[in-house]
Every structure is written in C-alpha cells, then in structure tokens.
C-alpha cells in the first residue's frame, strides 16, 4: 500500500475553484495538469461503479441498457479462471475502493486530440511495452521508454508540423491474450502465461494459477508509473532544448546520420529562432509535455473494477488509463469485450488484422460508436505489407461509404513477427519499415488520413527485432533478448522509424499547401 498512499501523492479532490473551468486543447492548464495524475478540473465526484448510467456513450438506451456489469451475460474470451472465487471477489471489492488512476477530463481532452488526427490536424504516437513485467520495474526503464517517445514526438512534430498526440503503453499494459490456454514443454502441460497481473511466468504449477493478489500489484505498479511519468513531463526533463540535443547526439552517432543530421539541425535551428523571438526556451510550453496512458481491454474484472461514474458528464470512465482497446482475438461484435467498450466513454482503439470484413468493421464501429464523435475511434491496422496494400483499401471505403469518423493508425508489428534460427520470435525491421511505407502509401492513395503509429518498443538497448542501421543480426538476438512476450524495436531502431514517418509526413504536407495554392 505504501506505493498507494505514500508514492503516489495523488492531488487532494477538493473544490478548487481555479480549475472549474472546461478542458479544452487551447485552454491554458496548471502544470501539474498536463500528466494524467492530475485531478480533473471540472473536479469530478467519484460514485459508486453499480449506479445505473444515465446516458452513457455509445449506447441508446431505448436499444440496450448497459451498466458497468452487462459484459457478464456475454461470452468472455481470454479470461483466466481463478480457483478461490472468494479471494477473487474480496480483491476486486478491495480495488473499487482504490483512487481513479486517472480522471474524466484527462480523457475526454485525449478524444478531443484523436479527433483533431482524424482529420489530419493531428498525428498519434503510441508506443511501449508488449507487456508491463514486475520484476523489470524501475524507475531507469520508465524514464528511458518516456525519453524515446518524448524524442519520436519532436521529429514527427516538425516533419508533419502538426501537433503529436504521445501515448504509452504504460502504467496498465499487462494482460496478454494467448492463441493456446495451455503450454506444453518436454511432456509437461501448464497453464499459459497471461502477464504478471494474471500468473507468473516462470514454467511451474503454483506460478502458472491464476492469482488475483497480482491484479492489487498491477494497480499499485500503474500508479507508481503514472506519478513518475507525471514528475518527468513537468520537471523539465520534457523540455524541447534538451530532446533536441538528445536528436542531435543520436544523428552524430548513426550509422546512417546523414539521413537524419538535416532535419535534427533544422529543429535546433527552429529552436534558436523561436528564441530570438522572444519565446523563451524557459516558457513552460517548451518545458513540459501532455502525455496520455493505454493499455488493451482484457483483464474484465479489473477493469469494470476501476470504472467510475463522472459526475459531470453522467458516464461511466475506466479510470484504468485514458485509452483502451480491443484486440483482435476479443472483438466479437456478440462478445462480452465489445459489450463492456460500448458502454465507457474513453477513447477507444479497435485492433484490425486482414481477416477483418469491412462490413463487420462498419457494424463494430456503430456498437461502440452511434453518434459519430470524432476521436472516440481509433482503428488500429495490423496486417503486413502487403496485406495492407490489398485489405485496407477496402476497409477505408467502407468506413467512409457509413460517413463513419476514425482515426486511422498502423501497428506495423504484430504483423511481421518471424521465428529466428535459434527459435526466439523477432521482426525485421525493413518489414516494419515496408508496412509503414504501404500505411501512407494506401492513404495517399485514397485520399484519407494516416493518423498515427503504435509500436511496441523500449527505450532499452535490446537486440529483439533484427536489422536497424546498428545492425542486430540473428546471431545478436540472444545478448539482450530481455521481453516477457513480443519482440520490441530498440531506443535506436524506434528513433530511426520516426525519422523516416517524419520524412512521409513531410512530403504530405508539402503535397497539401501545393494543392492548396493552385
């Protein structure tokens, strides 16, 4: 509990009157708003989770009532079977009395940002861990998988010229679904491995039972992370001179940094020229940073466990993280996922491979979706290259064939993932880049968004996806192969694909202002 009440140091929730007024992108906000620990200026009052909702997002209630705990007359893919029903439900009564982890507001000004990537205004980098572990929790690899996000945002920024949206998948990202409920090693036949907010991972009977002790540790884990994550992008450590200087070393020090030195010199050019201005480099707008958290929807008990009431609003929030989203093995139109998204008013992501129908992906869009609002979709495409090429034209005309508003990202991982020789999983990083380049190429074509990237990536020096311009080869993989399940881009192979989505976004908005003079 001392991570709870002792680090966390969440604000006080008492009336303030300087933050009453509404969230809004222009709004000016106190410092320590601008991370999602912060308290929710409209100063929300928390409510009981079984309340009834009044008029919940997503759902017209002359078609379904929906209540926090709808999603248990469904079928729940993916769930673990705990043995002690009533340690399961004595933990989860435990977490409903927790603090929110994060507030309303935080997220409904993040479905405002989405919506401004939707059309374009906006672009979308989300990224971190395949899986959040307990034992590699430190305060090193927090700060190290902020600072490559924070270093991805300032190239794609000035390549796009258009606000970064930076969301991790941090402070929440545990559970993992699995194509097989049991692993069999040498005869051996054990439960899977489901994240260490499930069961362990090491390959023994007592690790691999579902402990539900693991979901209080998660929690407490997630708002540890989520405080030293707020402390980093208001403390300075955010603050555009030094990212910069961080673009700068990385470019000197490539490889290939002819490719990059231009455009990292531009920034500090930028920079210097701000400041002859008169915007200071001490102005807090360059010091600090707005930084959201996500993780996918899996763990159900968990999360309708953290769902609150805003007051303010009338709808119910899973104060889990600020975004959610369905995976591709969970997202069954009839499921008891879907039935649980429907109802929460976060901004939500909708993983999409190419077995997606584009008639089932417009029938998923209006359950979780009837009004339309823009940024309360972000369709998350995970395909390959070329199943991107010949899938996603589709998908993008039915979307617009219903007038539906989404915001169009690429997951250019989960579908390049190889068996190495030595039989470690890895990805080759010019499969990823090939499946970047056919994201942008088939928007182009189609005259539509590219609204964002989802990576799974550290800020480490692993050697887990092969090639890079530091080359990682097969023979590398096993020096620093350190993941709990997918393979990650390493801090310099995750810089390395910003520069080059930079360089598209570039080109687009070039091709729009010529477009737009004549």
Not at 160 to 171: E, H, N, S, T, Y
Not at 280 to 295: G, R, V
Not at 472 to 493: E, I, K
Request: hydrophobic share 35%; proline share 5%.
């Amino acid at each position: 509990m001392a991570l709870m009440y002792g680090g966390l140091n969440l604000p006080s929730t008492k009336p303030a009157i300087r933050h009453r007024q509404p969230f809004s992108s222009s709004a000016s906000r106190p410092a320590f708003l601008r991370i999602s620990a912060g308290i929710d200026p409209k100063n929300e009052s928390i409510t009981s989770k079984t309340q009834a909702v009044k008029n919940p997002v997503g759902v017209s209630l002359s078609k379904s009532k929906w209540s926090p705990e709808t999603w248990k007359a469904k079928t729940a893919l993916q769930q673990p079977e705990y043995p002690d029903q009533k340690e399961l439900d004595s933990v989860l009564k435990t977490i409903e009395a927790f603090p929110p982890i994060v507030f309303a507001g935080e997220a409904r000004l993040l479905e405002e940002r989405l919506g401004q990537a939707a059309m374009g205004e906006a672009f979308l980098l989300q990224g971190g861990d395949c899986a959040e572990s307990f034992k590699e929790f430190n305060a090193n690899n927090i700060r190290d998988t902020f600072r490559i996000i924070l270093q991805m945002g300032a190239v794609l920024m000035f390549g796009g010229q258009v606000p970064v949206i930076k969301v991790g998948r941090m402070a929440g990202q545990f559970a993992k679904p699995r194509s097989d409920s049991f692993e069999e090693r040498d005869g051996v036949k054990l439960p899977s491995y489901r994240g260490d907010n499930i069961n362990g991972d090491a390959f023994d009977a007592k690790s691999r039972i579902p402990d539900p002790q693991r979901m209080v540790s998660a929690y407490c884990q997630s708002a540890a992370t989520l405080n030293l994550l707020r402390a980093f992008a208001t403390g300075g450590y955010a603050a555009m001179q030094r990212v910069t200087q961080w673009n700068l070393d990385f470019a000197e020090h490539s490889e290939q940094g002819d490719r990059y030195r231009e455009l990292a010199n531009r920034v500090d050019e930028a920079l210097g020229f701000m400041h002859a201005a008169g915007l200071t480099l001490d102005h807090p707008i360059m010091q600090t940073t707005d930084f959201w958290t996500s993780h996918e929807c899996l763990l159900l008990p968990y999360e309708q466990s953290l769902t609150r009431l805003d007051s303010t609003s009338g709808l119910y929030y899973d104060c889990s993280a600020h975004m959610v989203w369905v995976g591709e093995r969970t997202r069954q139109l009839d499921g008891a996922h879907v039935e649980f998204l429907r109802g929460i008013a976060n901004p939500l992501g909708i993983k999409v491979s190419n077995k997606m129908d584009p008639a089932e992906l417009v029938k998923l869009i209006e359950i979780l979706n009837p009004d339309n609002k823009p940024g309360r979709i972000t369709i998350i495409t995970r395909m390959g290259a070329e199943n991107m090429r010949v899938k996603l034209p589709h998908l993008i005309r039915a979307v617009r064939g219903a007038g539906q508003i989404v915001t169009w990202v690429s997951d250019p991982m989960h579908g390049n993932t190889i068996k190495a020789p030595c039989g470690l999983k890895t990805r080759p990083f010019d499969s990823i880049l090939a499946e970047v380049r056919a994201f942008f190429d088939v928007h182009d074509q189609e005259g539509s968004h590219p609204g964002g990237i989802h990576l799974e990536m550290t800020g480490q020096n692993v050697t887990e996806c092969i090639g890079g311009s530091r080359t990682v080869t097969f023979d590398d993989l096993g020096s620093r192969y350190h993941t709990h399940c997918d393979p990650r881009l390493n801090a310099s192979q995750s810089l390395e694909l910003s520069f080059v989505i930079a360089e598209r976004l570039r080109k687009r908005r070039i091709k729009s202002q010529q477009a737009f003079a004549v």
